[in-house]
């Protein structure tokens, strides 16, 4: 065996191993500037012992004509993370009924640091009643084990979701990746 194949071998396979160390470094790095520039997005009660008593927090706006009807939630949206929240949506889980009612609108992306709530005091979150969630199940759901629901994404497109629940013995917002598997309208 001649020393110019032997080392011309063992040149391929460093270079090769190279090439693979390069390669982990530069998804390792993706991964870092990603977390870096993640969402947090939490709902901020307006009254801060809400927290604590979160019965007040969902409630029914006045009654609308039609199959549109608007929950009023006594909350702000923060956005604690390093990066925006793009495409924010609002659900709202009954699990008693096994429902989840589905924001119409999207809110506005969220930079980092920043706060969002409309001028009264609360966000409304307009939805669709239908045969599955209608009125007298819109009516009575304050009064419900509510889970609201905020998913979001960022700038790469991960999706995020924070569960805020109506009972006290949970905590007030958990945070998650990906789709919470909400079930649909």
């Not at 409304?124 to 819109?138: A, E, K, T, V, Y």
């Not at 994404?153 to 006290?168: A, C, I, Q, R």
């Amino acid at each position: 065996m001649c020393w110019t194949t032997l080392w011309n071998a063992l040149t391929a396979i460093g270079t090769f191993g190279m090439a693979g160390t390069t390669y982990w470094v530069i998804r390792q790095n993706r991964k870092f500037h990603q977390d870096e520039c993640r969402p947090v997005c939490a709902l901020v009660p307006v009254n801060p012992a809400d927290t604590l008593d979160r019965g007040t927090i969902l409630r029914t706006a006045d009654r609308r004509q039609g199959l549109e009807q608007d929950f009023q939630i006594w909350c702000a949206i923060k956005n604690i993370g390093n990066g925006p929240a793009l495409h924010l949506r609002l659900h709202v889980q009954i699990p008693t009924k096994k429902y989840t009612a589905n924001s119409q609108d999207e809110l506005s992306p969220l930079g980092p640091q920043e706060t969002f709530c409309e001028k009264r005091g609360f966000l409304n979150m307009r939805i669709q009643l239908n045969i599955r969630f209608n009125n007298s199940d819109f009516c009575a759901a304050p009064t419900e084990a509510w889970v609201i629901y905020l998913t979001y994404e960022d700038v790469f497109g991960n999706k995020f979701y924070t569960k805020h629940s109506k009972n006290p013995e949970q905590p007030w917002a958990l945070l998650g990746n990906g789709d919470p598997h909400l079930a649909r309208q």
